[in-house]
């Protein structure tokens, strides 16, 4: 199993909808966890940190995170074709290290 | 404008002949890491450090070295670069390794081609 697992995708969504991403992880007392945007050859950009359970939102982006289920979602509202990339996962393990695992990364295609 | 840096952009080089790529950061963070991003493999951390002086490994150190003389850099170095080290590498950083601030940041990354 995976430490961090996504659904490779492609999701492909409409111009103006809501694209949902999930990723589960299996370290339980992981406690940090990310959601990064990366475009092809580019550097990942972070657009969400959660960090407690529940819901947080910031401009058209939503995380959610449940730490029972092992598992955290991003929702992009109002996908918009600028918002096709490739969204990583990444959850900082447990201990110190600081050491982030990534998921393998979902790809949206946000179609005009 | 906060920032990552890492020089060269784009490297092509030959089997082992030493090469070191430059991270650099304005943010006064404490941590800093190295990662490769592979087809298939995805993000892979190869070292680390939490503050000047202090490095280790992480899950790919084989073939590198790292070292961290000033808070704002942390130098990625190939003594010996092998085909199989063509990657594109990112250097990132973060205030913490972990709790509050611990968002990394990375640079606009490295793609190194070794023939």
């Known amino acids: 199993q995976k430490e961090v697992e996504q659904n490779s995708g492609p999701l492909s969504v409409p111009e103006g909808a809501i694209a949902s991403l999930n990723c589960t992880y299996s370290d339980r007392v992981s406690q940090s966890f990310f959601w990064y945007r990366q475009y092809s050859g580019k550097s990942p950009e972070l657009i969400m940190s959660?960090?407690?359970?529940g819901d947080k939102e910031d401009g058209r982006f939503t995380a959610q995170l449940n730490k029972a289920s092992q598992y955290v979602s991003l929702l992009i509202r109002d996908s918009q074709p600028s918002d096709s990339a490739t969204y990583l996962c990444a959850v900082n393990r447990s201990g110190n290290t600081g050491k982030l695992i990534f998921g393998q990364g979902t790809t949206l295609q946000v179609k005009p | 404008e906060a920032q990552v840096t890492q020089n060269p952009r784009y490297l092509i080089t030959v089997t082992g002949k030493k090469l070191t790529v430059t991270c650099s950061q304005n943010?006064?963070?404490?941590?800093m890491s190295w990662y490769r991003q592979d087809p298939g493999l995805g993000l892979r951390q190869i070292y680390y450090s939490m503050n000047v002086e202090v490095t280790d490994k992480g899950d790919v150190p084989e073939g590198y070295k790292v070292s961290r003389k000033e808070k704002r850099n942390f130098p990625l170095i190939l003594e010996s670069p092998s085909p199989n080290q063509t990657s594109l590498y990112f250097c990132a950083s973060s205030l913490h390794a972990s709790g509050s601030y611990n968002e990394q940041f990375f640079g606009p990354g490295t793609r190194l081609t070794v023939l």
């Open positions: 943010m006064n963070h404490e941590y």
């Open positions: 959660i960090y407690s359970n």
